[in-house]
T-cell receptor
Framework: EAAVTQSPRSKVAVTGGKVTLSCHQT?????MYWYRQDTGHGLRLIHY???????EKGDIPDGYKASRPSQENFSLILELASLSQTAVYFC??????????????FGSGTRLTVL | QQQVRQSPQSLTVWEGETAILNCSYE??????FPWYWQFPRESPALLIA?????NKKEDGRFTIFFNKREKKLSLHITDSQPGDSATYFC????????????FGKGTHLHVLP
């Protein structure tokens, strides 16, 4: 079965600190995504990647960086964490059909609290 | 603008009734529309999906109706069950950027026994 593993499951960070969220998939998928979930906003796309060593900006990339060093791993980096970045973060991978993203398989999420 | 809009924000139905969740979009390049559901404290998971070549997709009690001309679609859940209580997200795969997937804000469905 498809597997997307996120770490850590939860984290408390201080304002101005650096935070790295990690994601590992064993699906052999080319596409990977980072979404942020907040009450009332649904799932908002932060960064995504369609191939290793390349990332793309999503709809809300400000304050976030992404890194895709290999097909299996995709990290989200908050260089200077802020209170407004408190949220649940989901990583996902996707298979593709004809070059198009198909089903997204989500990790369990990381609950980030910035104090 | 690339957006997916959902309504209502929250919906309550009685067990056995049909729940209707709505979704609309503006960008005509959207060409794949999956619906995901998410139970409390869990991750979203694919429920059902449709492509614009079809105007209807059915899977058991769940049916998507698609109106390409009006850029609207709806998810009908017949014979609703308390176990269907979840948040439902309409999503879209962007045709001009086929690996970009965006989501609506979701509809919270409550099915009362």
């Amino acid at each position: 079965e498809a597997a997307v593993t996120q770490s850590p499951r939860s984290k408390v960070a201080v304002t101005g600190g650096k935070v790295t969220l990690s994601c590992h998939q064993t699906n052999n998928h080319d596409y990977m995504y980072w979404y942020r979930q907040d009450t009332g906003h649904g799932l908002r796309l932060i960064h995504y990647s369609y191939v290793a060593d390349s990332t793309e900006k999503g709809d809300i990339p400000d304050g976030y960086k992404a890194s895709r060093p290999s097909q299996e791993n995709f990290s989200l980096i908050l260089e200077l964490a802020s209170l407004s970045q408190t949220a649940v973060y989901f990583c996902a991978s996707s298979d593709k059909l004809g070059g198009r993203a198909e089903t997204l398989y989500f990790g369990s999420g990381t609950r980030l609290t910035v104090l | 603008q690339q957006q997916v809009r959902q309504s209502p924000q929250s919906l309550t139905v009685w067990e056995g009734e049909t729940a209707i969740l709505n979704c609309s979009y503006e960008d005509s390049t959207f060409d794949y529309f999956p619906w995901y559901w998410q139970f409390p404290r869990e991750s979203p998971a694919l429920l059902i999906a449709i492509r614009p070549v079809s105007n209807k997709k059915e899977d058991g009690r769940f049916t998507i109706f698609f109106n390409k001309r009006e850029k609207k679609l709806s998810l009908h859940i017949t014979d609703s069950q308390p176990g269907d209580s979840a948040t439902y997200f309409c999503a879209a795969s962007v045709g001009t950027n086929a690996y970009k997937v965006i989501f609506g804000k979701g509809t919270h469905l409550h099915v009362l026994p």
